[in-house]
T-cell receptor, first 114, second 115 residues
Framework: DTEVTQTPKHLVMGMTNKKSLKCEQHMGHRAMYWYKQKAKKPPELMFV???????INESVPSRFSPECPNSSLLNLHLHALQPEDSALYLC?????????????FGAGSRLTVL | QQQVKQSPQSLIVQKGGIPIINCAYE??????FPWYQQFPGKGPALLIA?????SEKKEGRFTISFNKSAKQFSLHIMDSQPGDSATYFC??????????????FGQGTILTVHP
């Protein structure tokens, strides 16, 4: 079992809906990430939180809103998405003891926007 | 400068074969080179990684060869098994500063190992 848990595994939403993706890790990592992955493509970085503060936003549209309530939890709030936002959303974490460079990914949340 | 070029896009081998996946980079500031393995429906998982002060690293059946002067690195899978069938991504990263998690991924290689 992965040590980064993402819920839900699958999400279908309309363009006017508001939904959230959740991520949890208990490895004591202090950096957490959201990546977006389209089919047959590599993951693309969206956001990085370091010590619960947003440190990197890769020019992501405001319809994606990240939140880090504490060092173990990471949320991605979704609002007014477009069909092209359909993708696999991956959460990852890194830090002691595995190392700052070693990203541990969750299994992802498969999002479909109708 | 930020690209990592990966080849081939797909690779088919027989069980016991030695698939080789190649990557090339431009940015000499990169100092950490991991390989990730991803199965359908799963997130990528770190397979093996190398730093540029080492020319080769081996972990089990997986070996990374690194050529710093050519800015290239490759993954070799010895005695490949059907269970190795997955998508493999090379990546590169610059340590420190605000580069947390800013992995630059290659485009991926879909490996199929036939029984």
């Amino acid at each position: 079992d992965t040590e980064v848990t993402q819920t839900p595994k699958h999400l279908v939403m309309g363009m006017t809906n508001k939904k959230s993706l959740k991520c949890e890790q208990h490895m004591g990592h202090r950096a957490m990430y959201w990546y977006k992955q389209k089919a047959k493509k590599p993951p693309e970085l969206m956001f990085v939180y370091s010590y619960e503060k947003l440190s990197i936003n890769e020019s992501v549209p405001s319809r994606f809103s990240p939140e880090c309530p504490n060092s173990s939890l990471l949320n991605l709030h979704l609002h007014a998405l477009q069909p092209e936002d359909s993708a696999l959303y991956l959460c990852a974490s890194s830090g002691v003891p595995t190392g700052a460079n070693v990203l541990t990914f969750g299994a992802g949340s498969r999002l479909t926007v109708l | 400068q930020q690209q990592v070029k990966q080849s081939p896009q797909s690779l088919i081998v027989q069980k016991g074969g030695i698939p080789i996946i190649n990557c090339a980079y431009e940015n000499t500031a990169f100092d950490y080179f991991p390989w990730y393995q991803q199965f359908p429906g799963k997130g990528p998982a770190l397979l093996i990684a190398i730093r540029p002060d080492v020319s080769e690293k081996k972990e089990g059946r997986f070996t990374i060869s690194f050529n710093k002067s050519a800015k290239q690195f490759s993954l070799h899978i010895m005695d490949s098994q059907p269970g190795d069938s997955a998508t493999y991504f090379c990546a590169a990263k610059r340590s420190g500063g605000t580069s947390y998690g800013k992995l630059t991924f290659g485009q991926g290689t879909i490996l199929t190992v036939h029984p």
